[in-house]
């Protein structure tokens, strides 16, 4: 069924390949150029708050192949986990219903960590103000609550700042959703997590993987890492998986 001839590199797929290429290249442009990178392309191509400034429709998209490089793990996992089981499911699916379901990943995604941050951007704003002056989050409140009706332009420009700080990189909800369609077209597949030498069932291993994220982002730990957007991910990835299994296109088919 898979296509191992050629070199390791050469037999990649086309699209998980060239979605490896160019996140790749555009993590060492970011790299060599640090003004350049924090100037135009997070402002640019980071996934902005819906009501910030910054947000541009397109950031939906051109989010996915932006990465940290305060570290290479971030773009290293993320590729890592493309490799493994993006070629496998483009060669399952094809080309074209590979990058649809990749891309509706992603979107979803970033959808979802656009409804988070309507709904706690308020919150996290006046609790880091309240942290910053040592005084009590209901406290702080009403004064942000007197400040704001009253029009205060300082509030007002620290509210915009706030909101222009707020920002997701990186292909994570898309590898997610890769996650849970490997785990549906081949449930019972034996994997490895790093450094533990015990085979544990595909979907298994995801339905952990959930659960983690679940309790990561419900308790805030680890607050640097989107973890709604990486079941948001998952969520968008199942509704279409369940829709191609009503249809009979899980494991392949032509693409309609």
Not at 7 to 15: E, K, L, N, V
Request: aromatic share 18%; hydrophobic share 55%; with cysteine.
């Amino acid at each position: 069924m898979f296509n191992n001839s050629g070199s390791r590199f050469g037999s990649i797929p086309p699209a998980t390949k060239n979605l490896i290429i160019i996140n790749a290249l555009i993590w060492v442009v970011m790299m060599i150029f640090p003004s350049f990178s924090n100037a135009t392309v997070m402002p640019r191509l980071g996934l902005h708050f819906i009501s910030s400034e910054l947000f541009n429709p397109v950031q939906i998209i051109t989010y996915m192949f932006i990465h940290s490089t305060d570290s290479i793990f971030h773009l290293f996992f993320n590729m890592f986990s493309l490799w493994m089981f993006g070629r496998i499911l483009e060669q399952v699916w094809g080309t074209k219903r590979f990058l649809l379901f990749y891309f509706v990943c992603g979107v979803g995604a970033a959808l979802v960590q656009e409804a988070l941050w309507a709904l706690t951007w308020e919150h996290d704003f006046i609790s880091a103000l309240a942290k910053q002056n040592l005084v009590t989050y209901d406290h702080m409140k009403e004064i942000v609550d007197r400040a704001y009706a009253a029009g205060d332009g300082q509030l007002l420009r620290s509210i915009a700042y706030f909101k222009n700080s707020i920002v997701t990189i990186g292909a994570s909800g898309a590898i997610f959703g890769l996650l849970l369609g490997f785990a549906f077209v081949f449930p019972n597949m034996p994997l490895y997590l790093f450094f533990i030498p015990i085979p544990i069932k595909a979907k298994y291993m995801v339905l952990g993987y959930a659960v983690l994220e679940f309790f990561f982002g419900v308790s805030r730990s680890m607050d640097t890492v989107a973890h709604f957007a990486h079941l948001g991910g998952m969520l968008f990835g199942l509704i279409l998986l369940l829709y191609w299994k009503k249809k009979g296109l899980l494991r392949g088919g032509g693409f309609y």
